[in-house]
């Protein structure tokens, strides 16, 4: 039975839990501009990972953002048990009416249950890690083959009892006015080189595009008229940045900063090319223009999902998508140079057309 909206659409006050990681945080977004737009009087408040704190506060509905660190805390949980202990009393002062755990994971639940109020969440055969729900007060089936957005969506769906049917995709950021779309005057060096994104890092070794694809994508666009930016998240994706970058007086390496500054320049910028991270992710509920490169893993379940946005991704072996973190092949067949071999057929001359089909032209 779902929960009456007669009985929780009044003055409501809800913890979500959604921890992490940045790709699985933009994924909740639209749910939240649902459960605004279908009660607008429940107040919800964010539980999540410190570092992603910028994009729970960007979303109008978001009351409070709470931080949790447990991605530092399981190094040492003994010299962390204060910084627990003054969290668990933070959310029960809150005295919430409800708990969503939104992440069907171990983690997620433990900090629901820290909150002493009544969880609500995905059953076994649709979570994660299936044991989560024993932490659970009561439990919703959301199909596994939906995408994590829409999963997300139906989840809060069933347990504020309203329908997404008729609600359009709203990630809640704001949508860029065309004129904006397509900046044409961009302060520093380069005056009047509309500025894209090239998101080249990323976790596992499969998902990474090779060098030399980035090298002649990053010739295309800066003969094209274009500067390219490179952002850098560890000294290893600087390192590659640069090297990228060397031969280009129109590519730049980025600084190393935060979410927030990120957010800054994906507003301004024309266009972004990513593989599988979750900037991509950020890039997509923004409504900045991109495309996606994808070898190893699944677009259909966790890809960028809706906006502005085209997926590329290799279809030239039977393994595509294998979810592997390492590619299986210690020798590309056919003595192919390109390696993780899935992207032999995703070219920089594929990718950058695709890029400019999506983007406005520029005004002069």
């Excluded at 069933?158 to 809640?172: E, H, K, V, W």
């Excluded at 900045?288 to 190893?296: D, H, N």
């Excluded at 020798?331 to 950058?352: K, M």
Aim: hydrophobic share 40%.
């Amino acid at each position: 039975m779902a929960i009456y909206r007669d009985r929780w659409c009044g003055h409501l006050k809800v913890l979500l839990v959604k921890l992490s990681s940045l790709g699985d945080v933009v994924h909740t977004l639209a749910a939240l501009t649902d459960l605004q737009s279908a009660c607008p009087e429940v107040q919800i408040d964010w539980a999540v990972e410190e570092g992603l704190v910028d994009i729970a506060e960007a979303h109008p509905a978001v009351n409070e953002v709470i931080q949790v660190a447990i991605r530092r805390w399981r190094n040492s949980w003994v010299r962390c048990r204060g910084e627990i202990i003054k969290l668990r009393q933070r959310l029960r002062s809150n005295q919430y009416d409800l708990v969503v755990d939104a992440q069907g994971l171990y983690k997620s639940a433990l900090v629901s249950k820290l909150a002493s109020a009544s969880v609500y969440g995905l059953d076994g055969s649709s979570s994660r890690e299936p044991l989560s729900r024993l932490f659970y007060s009561k439990t919703f089936k959301v199909a596994k083959s939906a995408h994590a957005v829409e999963r997300t969506r139906r989840l809060f769906a069933l347990i504020f009892d309203y329908s997404i049917s008729s609600l359009p995709l709203d990630y809640g950021l704001g949508k860029r006015p065309l004129v904006e779309q397509l900046p044409v005057v961009v302060t520093g060096a380069n005056p009047g080189r509309p500025e894209l994104l090239f998101f080249h890092g990323t976790t596992w070794a499969s998902k990474h595009w090779p060098e030399v694809r980035w090298h002649e994508l990053i010739e295309l666009a800066t003969t094209a008229g274009y500067t390219v930016q490179l952002p850098h998240g560890n000294d290893q994706e600087r390192d590659r940045a640069t090297a990228l970058c060397a031969d280009f007086e129109q590519a730049k390496v980025l600084p190393r900063e935060g979410i927030a500054g990120l957010m800054r320049r994906l507003r301004q910028c024309a266009g972004v090319v990513s593989v599988d991270t979750g900037l991509g992710h950020l890039a997509v509920a923004l409504d900045v223009p991109l495309v996606g490169i994808y070898g190893s893993t699944n677009t259909a379940l966790t890809g960028p999902y809706g906006g502005r946005q085209q997926l590329l991704a290799g279809d030239n072996l039977a393994c595509i998508p294998c979810l592997k973190r390492h590619c299986q092949y210690t020798n590309p067949p056919d003595n192919n140079r390109i390696y993780p071999p899935c992207y032999t057929d995703v070219t920089a001359a594929r990718v950058f057309n695709q890029l400019l089909s999506l983007m406005p032209e520029p005004s002069t």
